[in-house]
């Protein structure tokens, strides 16, 4: 602020006009209704409730709320066409993965018999395995409906489950399971 004699330089006049706006907004109050409408126009709001917040900014400002109108149903439409295609791209990312998840399931299991038919030391591995796991699986059975559940080893918690990564590897699981379950 500069000062000449009796004359103070407040500097350009728009800056030091006095404000109409109120602490809470920098918006001025006259516009208010107009963004009101804008911030409550948004998808899936109730019709009573737009009509509500749209009857002051079409008194005080009708081309503006004219353009809002306008403005907000061609975002909203955008947006929804947005969202279709972006659904139908992840739908197919979706399907691909699924496709080659089986793929790979269909891969591993192919090599696993080729593996069995072909390479004798891996044959007789497995069957020995296939063999050692239901015999050790009955006595655990045995054992728990004596009630001599303190004589339980642990057979269970190593034999490989359907899902596990060593089965899809090897498909054991099928061959212990028909053995242990031979006689039903």
């Known amino acids: 602020m ?30 208010v209704p107009c963004l009101n409408f804008f911030f409550k126009a948004i998808p899936n709001t109730p019709p009573q409730d737009l009509i509500g917040t749209l009857e002051k900014p079409w008194t005080d400002h009708p081309l503006s709320t004219l353009k809002l109108i306008f403005t907000i149903q061609k975002s ?12 139908a791209k992840v739908d197919v990312v979706k399907k691909e993965a699924s496709e080659l998840r089986r793929d790979k399931k269909i891969a591993r299991a192919r090599k696993a018999c080729e593996r069995y038919i072909g390479d004798p030391d891996y044959h007789v591995l497995h069957d020995g395995v296939s063999e050692l796991f239901p ?50």
């Open 2 to 31: 500069a000062t000449s004699g009796n004359v103070r330089i407040l500097g350009p006049p728009l800056h030091h006009r006095k404000t109409y706006f109120t602490a809470a907004t920098t918006d001025p109050p006259s516009m």
């Open 76 to 87: 909203n439409r955008e947006g929804e066409e947005r969202v279709l295609v972006n659904k």
């Open 135 to 184: 015999d050790l699986l009955k006595s655990d059975m045995d054992f728990l409906n004596l009630g001599r559940g303190d004589e339980i080893s642990l057979v269970a918690k190593w034999c490989p489950s359907i899902d596990s990564s060593y089965n899809k590897s090897t498909l054991i699981c099928e061959s212990i399971a028909k053995r242990v379950f031979q006689d039903e």
